[in-house]
């Protein structure tokens, strides 16, 4: 870890890790997929490829407040049937990180982000129709044993692990699989909590094995992760009450101009 770069950041910089890390806790307990704009700020104001790593025990403070908030409406089925194909995207992910220096990372992260930009306006297209499917908030989905319901499970599980490990940005993809098999509000965010927990929690060793997490970056984390316990108080209040069409709205272009100057740094 560039201790140079932790330890000489600008009270502004540090201002926006810490914005970023309450943005963490209100994506994990109101718009899951949000935090590609904290993954924005993070390898904007850190070296890209050890953003990660510094981001990742966040993201993990963030889970653990989402999954004791909403861990009733879990669906374990649908979570069985992702997590082998999740392990095979995180171990595509941890080979490309062996390879790649900042630049390709960075590069990648801005790419990710604009194609997660992407899946996020195809999947709010999509919403009004799946929702159409589901009856209530506490509906289970609709079954996704079928070959074709199989394929896609393997299909986003690579996809999504091979994004949260290389970029932690695997919550657009996950978003888009878990509201194409019919879940509603709270199923959604339980399901998503437990999932993202499980996997975030699989990846540290992988992530320490790099070298993107180390002392150095977990006393960073220490003094950032109490910004994310406020965001996940007012992700829990907001969830009944936002606007998730105009809050997603200023999601995507936020997550666009991310990955826009990421791309032209």
Do not use: C
């Amino acid at each position: 870890m560039n201790t140079m770069t932790l330890w000489h950041m600008t009270h502004w910089e540090f201002a926006a890790l810490a914005a970023a890390a309450v943005l963490v806790g209100f994506s994990k307990t109101a718009v899951s997929g949000a935090n590609t704009v904290s993954l924005a700020i993070f390898a904007a104001v850190l070296p890209a490829r050890e953003s990660t790593g510094v981001l990742l025990p966040i993201l993990i403070a963030g889970d653990v407040l989402a999954v004791l908030t909403y861990r009733r409406h879990a669906h374990w089925p649908t979570l069985w049937r992702l997590f082998p194909a999740v392990a095979v995207g995180v171990v595509v992910g941890t080979v490309f990180l062996l390879w790649a220096d900042d630049e390709v990372v960075r590069t990648s992260i801005g790419a990710i982000l604009l194609f997660m930009a992407g899946v996020t306006v195809w999947r709010r297209r999509r919403a009004e129709a799946e929702a159409s499917e589901s009856v209530s908030e506490d509906d289970e989905p609709a079954a996704v044993s079928t070959p074709a319901g199989r394929l896609k499970a393997r299909s986003y599980g690579v996809l999504g692990g091979f994004t949260t490990m290389v970029a932690n940005a695997g919550g657009p993809v996950m978003s888009m699989y878990l509201l194409s098999a019919g879940f509603r509000k709270l199923g959604f965010l339980g399901t998503s909590a437990f999932f993202f927990l499980i996997v975030n929690v699989s990846k540290v060793p992988f992530s320490a094995g790099l070298g993107l997490i180390d002392g150095h970056s977990l006393l960073l984390d220490a003094a950032l992760v109490l910004f994310v316990v406020p965001g996940a108080f007012l992700g829990k209040w907001a969830v009944s009450r936002i606007n998730q069409r105009l809050f997603e709205q200023l999601v995507i272009a936020a997550t666009v101009v991310g990955g826009a100057q990421l791309l032209l740094r």
